[in-house]
């Protein structure tokens, strides 16, 4: 399905629509820890010539993440300063190289969507939110999500207008 043979997308992929929802389809049966499969998925050695990400993280664009999740992460090792810092160091220490677009739940938030839970855990989603300088935060219990993904496109927007590859 993806025309360039990785695991990725890249230029002039055909039927891209179709490319883009086989790779981002994941299901709602997954664990919670969407942080630590995003820092997995930038391990060294797995962006090595030969590796199955070959190519992904490249100086010329922007690591885009887009992290859902219906819970808490309380699964992933670390915390969210493990999980920001994993982020920059796959761009080279370039926080400016980095978007960060989560969408989860906001029971922690007294004014969010969810239901205030009173609950004093910690969000670590929110908080690795809050460390990026370019992300964009959005409750999962909103009514819809075209809001957030004009704030997301801005955000991007934004970021490809300065972004200078390294």
């Not at 891209?16 to 998925?41: H, P, R």
């Not at 992300?135 to 496109?153: L, N």
Request: net charge negative.
């Amino acid at each position: 399905m993806v025309a360039s043979g990785l695991r990725d997308i890249t230029t002039g992929q055909p039927n891209l629509e179709d490319a883009f929802t086989c790779i981002a389809s994941m299901g709602i049966n997954g664990a919670d820890g969407v942080a630590g499969a995003t820092v997995l998925a930038l391990a060294d050695d797995i962006h090595a010539p030969g590796g199955c990400n070959e190519g992904f993280l490249r100086e010329d664009a922007l690591l885009v993440v887009v992290a859902i999740q219906d819970t808490f992460d309380q699964e992933s090792a670390g915390d969210a300063e493990d999980w920001a810092a994993a982020l920059v160091d796959a761009k080279g220490g370039d926080a400016d190289a980095v978007v960060l677009l989560v969408i989860t739940t906001d029971v922690e938030d007294p004014d969010g969507l969810c239901g205030y839970t009173g609950t004093i855990t910690p969000h670590e989603l929110r908080i690795w939110t809050e460390l990026l300088p370019h992300s964009v935060f959005g409750s999962i219990c909103a009514d819809g999500y075209a809001d957030y993904f004009a704030a997301a496109a801005t955000k991007l927007k934004a970021q490809c207008d300065v972004f200078v590859p390294q």
